[in-house]
């Protein structure tokens, strides 16, 4: 994997996080910096699914959790072997390489085997046991590509086949005596310019005769050794050197380690770490969904930095964030909310404004760059700065806000009161949306004085809908605060046609008689003129929380 730098929201985002991330990402990319990914911890949210297949945008990628990951550490520089090379090619490649190591793959890249030293060490002594009269499994194609031998005639060139090797060493007669007690056997001949030897090997039909020191077979025996199917090769090495390769010409498939695990390339560090300390070589192959190898990993790899970098958008607290985050390097923070606990190794830039949309400040950066904004980025821009200011009208809505809601306007040719509309009426509507979804299609994760909470928040154009499931909601938000071992899991649904909020809550029983806030029922809030979570309700829930801890 490549260095990439990850642009991405706050888990369970909202429209204004998808956009920030995918505008911000598209202005990186356009300054030269191509490494600049837009991302998402999340679902789309119907009313963000809805802009960004309005306006023919393509989502960010979805990434559930930044745990350490073997794409982050592997190297990309790796070679193969064809399973069904020779074994003198492939040692060749392993003693070039530099991880030591050799993965084998089929004809369509797929992992099948790995040849590390000690596999090489322990399989070779085997073939070159004494005992074993140097019987190998070779093809007679591999044969001549480990010689380097010039074909004088082939058959059956590419099947492969357990043979015995003879050296014609001995006179006529011993030699005819060898050779008879193997004719039951594939067996290949190691001859010099002995014209009888030659001729008796054809007569005898051997599976291939090897002429050594360029020698070459008269046409007369050519003719003979065509018609008995004796494939015939001229080596341009002498006999000691041919004997010793043809040994070499072993497929490394019958040497190579076939029980060395391919790891993926989205598995855990966690998960692999003790797979690399099993491992002969402290390496592994690393492949992709289609099992074809794409890297190598290696214990040394998980000392480095990992390829991959973040920005944060639309959020600053490490409970918001994406799982993991922390072990990486946060590059940047872009938000408009309130400061939380996240610390990082290295000074960064760090732009936090308060205004109503995350989406305002990245426009902004793309006009102090002078970069002119692509009519698809101005168009969901525009979007994200609706959204998250409900068409302008929540409290938090600055005038910059509104300024730049005009210049995105102008440059797109969208009315903003009819966009608005449009995209707030695209994710008001719960109908039989499961109550689990709704609930997470917009969920934060806050912290106050070490207590834990979570408040969810939707936008609705009529609150009858929720109010008629009521007890389903209550139910969900008690199992969500369980979870989080929190003191309670709220829900925040705003009316859009009266810009203010009913809450659902779940608490701990302590806790609600010290929830002073109009009640309209059991554990159902009327919130007049709140219409926004970070603004208006968070600041309002934690004076209630100081007020519970303090008793």
Not at 99 to 115: H, Q, R, S, T
Not at 463 to 471: A, P
């Amino acid at each position: 994997m490549k260095k990439t730098v990850y642009i991405i929201g706050h888990r369970n985002p909202d429209t204004d996080s998808i956009v920030a991330a995918t505008a911000y990402a598209r202005l990186k990319q356009l300054l030269g910096f191509n490494e600049y990914v837009a991302a998402r911890a999340g679902k789309l949210a119907p009313q963000t699914e809805y802009i960004f297949n309005r306006f023919k945008v393509q989502a960010p990628q979805y990434i559930p959790d930044l745990l350490p990951k073997t794409a982050y550490y592997m190297s990309e520089e790796c070679d193969t072997v064809d399973e069904n090379s020779s074994l003198w090619h492939a040692a060749h490649k392993m003693q070039n390489s530099s991880a030591k190591i050799l993965p084998l793959v089929d004809k369509n890249g797929c992992y099948k085997a790995l040849l590390h030293y000690n596999a090489f060490a322990q399989n070779i002594l085997g073939i070159l046991n004494p005992e074993n009269e140097a019987a190998i499994t070779t093809s007679v194609e591999l044969i001549k590509n480990t010689l380097g031998a010039q074909p004088l005639i082939l058959k059956n060139e590419n099947k492969i086949f357990k043979g015995t090797v003879l050296v014609s060493a001995a006179e006529l007669d011993t030699f005819k005596a060898q050779l008879n007690e193997h004719l039951s056997e594939n067996v290949i001949v190691i001859a010099g310019d002995r014209k009888n030897i030659q001729e008796y090997c054809i007569e005898m039909g051997v599976k291939a005769l090897v002429i050594t020191s360029g020698f070459l077979l008269d046409k007369e025996l050519q003719a003979k050794a065509e018609k008995k199917g004796v494939s015939v090769l001229s080596s341009p090495f002498d006999t000691s050197a041919t004997a010793m390769l043809i040994v070499y010409s072993t497929p490394v498939s019958i040497i190579a380690d076939k029980n060395a695990p391919a790891v993926h390339e989205m598995d855990t560090v966690q998960k692999i770490r003790p797979l690399l300390q099993e491992s002969p070589s402290r390496s592994l192959p690393v492949v992709d969904d289609y099992n074809k190898v794409i890297g190598l990993i290696s214990e040394n790899d998980l000392i480095n930095e990992p390829n991959v970098e973040v920005i944060l958008v639309d959020h600053n607290e490490l409970s918001q964030a994406v799982e993991g985050v922390e072990h990486y390097i946060i590059k940047e923070i872009i938000d408009h909310h309130r400061l939380g606990n996240l610390s990082t190794k290295y000074p960064i830039t760090f732009i936090n404004k308060p205004v109503g949309s995350t989406a305002t400040l990245v426009t902004g950066l793309y006009r102090e760059n002078r970069v002119s904004i692509p009519k698809d980025m101005a168009e969901i821009l525009l979007c994200g700065i609706l959204s998250d200011t409900l068409i302008l009208q929540s409290g938090t809505t600055t005038d910059i806000d509104r300024k730049t809601a005009e210049y995105l306007s102008n440059i797109t040719g969208l009315d903003i009161k009819q966009l608005g509309n449009d995209i707030v009426s695209a994710g008001s509507h719960i109908g039989n949306r499961a109550v689990t979804e709704v609930i997470h299609q917009d969920m934060k994760e806050y912290n106050d004085d070490k207590i834990k909470y979570t408040v969810s928040q939707i936008e609705v154009d009529n609150t009858d809908e929720v109010m008629k499931r009521k007890k389903e909601f209550l139910d969900e938000l008690e199992i969500e605060r369980r979870s989080h071992g929190g003191l309670f899991a709220a829900l925040l649904v705003t009316d859009i046609t009266k810009l203010s909020s009913i809450m659902l809550i779940a608490s701990d029983e302590k806790f609600l008689p010290a929830l002073k806030l109009p009640k309209n029922e059991n554990q159902v809030y009327y919130l007049k003129d709140v219409v926004s979570r970070k603004k208006q309700l968070i600041p309002l829930l934690s004076e209630q929380i100081v007020r519970y801890a303090s008793v």
